[in-house]
C-alpha cells in the first residue's frame, strides 16, 4: 500500500506547477529562470535527503555488529556508468518542464495539462512501434475513450480548434511525449539503487542539462532573492524532490501499468487548481471530457484484473 501511496502522493504534486507557473509568468518572470529555480531547489532537497539517508546508515552500522549498512551496499554498487545512467534518466524531466511551461505561455493551464496526457497513448504507440505489434481490441477502445475525452476536455467541440495557439498545442503535445519517456526510464533506470540516491543524481543531471540551455544567469544577477525564490522553492518542492523520489519508491515495486494509472491523479488535481486559484472557466463538458480521460487511463488495468493475467504484459505497458 505504501507503494501506491507514494506514485499517488507524487502524481498530485506535479497537478499543482501549472498554476504556480502561471502565478511566476504572472510576475514577469521567464521559462530559464523558472525551471532553473526549480531544479536548483530540487537538487538541494534531493542531496540533503541523500546526505541524511547515508549518516542515518553509518549510525545503524555503527551501533550494530556484523551487519552491513544498505547504504553503503548501495553506494558501492553506484558506479559512475550507473550514475551516468540516472543523470541520463533525470533528463526527460527537464525537457518535460521546459515545453510543458512554455506551453502555459499560449493555452490555458486546464488546456496545457489535458495535452499533456497524451502520454497515455503516446506510450501505446511506442509500444507498438517497439515491439512491432498492433494494439489488442482493450487497446483500441482505450484510444478511443482518450481521443474523445481529450476533445471534450480542452473544450475544442465548444470553441473550435481555430481559438487555440498552434505552438502552444505542439508544445503540450511534445510534453507528452518526453514525459512518457520519464515514467518509462524513472522505473528501469538502476532499480536496485537506494531511492534517495537515484533522486538525487536523476535531479542533478536534470540540472546540468538545464545549465547547458539556460545559463543560471539569475544566481547572480540578484532576481533570485525576490518572489522568485519562493515559486522556485515550491516548484522545486513538488516538481523535481517530491515526484522524482516517491516514483522512485513506488514505481519498481508497483509496475508501470499501475503507475500510469494512479498518474492520473494528475489530472482532476491541475484543472481544479487552475479552476479555483486561476479562475479558469471548466465547464460541465469539459469535466465530462477529464472524467472519460480518466477511464481511459484506468480502463486496461481493470481489465487485468477482471479477465485474468491474459497479454498482461502489452497492456501494462500500454498504460505507463
Not at 558501492?76 to 506551453?103: D, E, F, I, N
Request: net charge positive; aromatic share 10%; with cysteine.
Amino acid at each position: 500500500m505504501k507503494y501506491l501511496i507514494s506514485v499517488l502522493v507524487g502524481a498530485m504534486s506535479y497537478g499543482i506547477l501549472s498554476t504556480i507557473v502561471v502565478l511566476a509568468y504572472g510576475q514577469g518572470y521567464k521559462l530559464g529562470e523558472v525551471v532553473g529555480t526549480q531544479l536548483l531547489t530540487g537538487c538541494i532537497l534531493a542531496w540533503l535527503l541523500a546526505l541524511y539517508t547515508k549518516l542515518r546508515a553509518n549510525r545503524k552500522q555503527r551501533g550494530t555488529a556484523n551487519l552491513t549498512a544498505p547504504a553503503k551496499a548501495v553506494a558501492t554498487r553506484l558506479t559512475w556508468k550507473h550514475r551516468v545512467l540516472l543523470m541520463l534518466a533525470g533528463a526527460p524531466t527537464v525537457v518535460t518542464g521546459l515545453l510543458y511551461y512554455q506551453s502555459l505561455r499560449y493555452i490555458p493551464a486546464s488546456l496545457a495539462i489535458i495535452l499533456l496526457f497524451q502520454f497515455t497513448w503516446i506510450s501505446v504507440l511506442i509500444q507498438a512501434v517497439s515491439k512491432r505489434q498492433r494494439p489488442d481490441k482493450i487497446t483500441v477502445l482505450t484510444l478511443i475513450l482518450l481521443f474523445g475525452g481529450t476533445l471534450l476536455a480542452a473544450g475544442i467541440l465548444n470553441q473550435g480548434a481555430a481559438e487555440f495557439n498552434l505552438l502552444g498545442l505542439m508544445l503540450g503535445l511534445l510534453s507528452a511525449v518526453s514525459y512518457s519517456m520519464f515514467i518509462i526510464f524513472s522505473g528501469k533506470a538502476v532499480p536496485s539503487a537506494h531511492p534517495a540516491y537515484r533522486s538525487a543524481w536523476m535531479v542533478t543531471g536534470g540540472l546540468v542539462l538545464l545549465c547547458i540551455l539556460f545559463p543560471p544567469t539569475f544566481l547572480f544577477n540578484g532576481m533570485l532573492w525576490g518572489p522568485l525564490l519562493l515559486f522556485g522553492f515550491l516548484l522545486g518542492l513538488f516538481g523535481a524532490f517530491i515526484p522524482p523520489l516517491l516514483f522512485a519508491i513506488g514505481v519498481p515495486h508497483i509496475g508501470g501499468g499501475m503507475a500510469g494509472i494512479l498518474g492520473a491523479v494528475e489530472l482532476p488535481v491541475a484543472v481544479l487548481m487552475s479552476s479555483f486559484v486561476l479562475q479558469e472557466h471548466v465547464s460541465l463538458l469539459q469535466w465530462t471530457g477529464v472524467v472519460l480521460v480518466l477511464l481511459g487511463v484506468v480502463l486496461p488495468e481493470l481489465y487485468k484484473l477482471r479477465w485474468g493475467n491474459g497479454n498482461t504484459q502489452a497492456v501494462s505497458s500500454s498504460s505507463v
